[in-house]
């Protein structure tokens, strides 16, 4: 089927099918699904300015579906999501200009393609480590005679990176009891949310994949927690960002509402999910993802945009 706004030729069982898996996905890993979603477009053929934009659009609809799934588990830090809207809202603006800036040097499809490549092959390698780590480090404690009430806590081998940016106390400093923050600086949420969208901005969707992992690994968020609360900010990332692009004829609506068909029932079934798996093993079914992503765009680039 021709698109004629992107100018592209897609099956629609395809993009059917690719909604259903990212909203799968994202509402199982607390991740708008940017990191699959986009490198599956751009392999298909669609040139990576319309990957970004059309991408935000459909990452908005199954992300509502996903954060509203989760707040009802009880897996959502309003506050805490509230407050990192601020500065992705700014990062946002900031990947959008860079996605003209490179579109107007007709390098966006090369610059783009590369900075997804070294982002989520970084994040998977770090994720993948880290799980590793604190798996070894809970068979260690078992061994040690610890109570089964320490072993149950959901911490990664990573705790002094928690205290260390805590210790950060550039006024003000706020309470978390959702996510179990006693006190912790305005500053470092915002610095979160400006990072997470400034790649929300320049690769399409919601950012969760590097968002989340900055939820858990710096802020100490609750695993479960940190889904529930990126999905609730994706929407607000990703809503703002398919303003941004659409203004800048960045998104073809129309693949975005044949993909969201079938990632809204997805999305219902990930989040879901999320309340039979334990926090670690979340993270370390997370790794091979980005990879696969990774690989699409290396395909993508390779084939001259062929996928159908």
Known sequence: MLFPISGTHLSL????????VIGLLGGFFGVGGSFLAGPALFAAGVPMNFVVGTDLAHIVGKSIVAAK????????????????????????EVGAQAVEYLKRRAH????????????????SGFVGW?????????????????SARELKRDETI?????????????????????????????????AVGFVGGVFSGFLGGGAGYLRMPALIYLLGVPTHVAVGTDLFEVVISAGYGT???????????????????????????????????????????FVPLPLVGAGLVVYG???????K
């Not at 069982?13 to 690719?18: E, K, M, N, Q, T």
């Not at 680039?301 to 996928?307: A, E, S, V």
């Open 69 to 92: 799934s989760h707040h009802t588990l009880g897996h959502v830090d309003l506050k805490l999501g509230g407050i990192m809207t601020a500065g992705t809202l700014a990062g946002v």
């Open 13 to 20: 069982i395809f993009l059917v099918g690719i909604g259903f």
């Open 301 to 307: 680039l390779l084939t001259g945009n062929r996928l």
């Open 108 to 123: 966006v499809d090369l610059g783009v393609a590369l900075g997804f490549i070294v982002i989520l092959v970084g994040i």
């Open 243 to 285: 303003f941004t692009h659409a203004v800048k004829g960045n998104v073809d609506i129309l693949i975005a509402l044949v993909m969201h068909t079938g990632a809204a029932l997805g999305a219902r079934i990930g989040a879901m999910l999320t309340d039979h798996v334990h926090g670690v093993r979340i993270r370390l079914a």
């Open 158 to 190: 990573l705790d002094y990176v928690h205290k260390r940016v805590r210790r950060f106390h550039l006024p003000p400093t706020i309470r978390l009891p959702v996510s179990g923050i006693d006190h912790i600086s305005l500053w470092t949420i915002l």
């Open 130 to 146: 880290e799980s590793w780590q604190t798996l070894k480090w809970r068979r260690h404690r078992a061994g040690s005679g610890k």
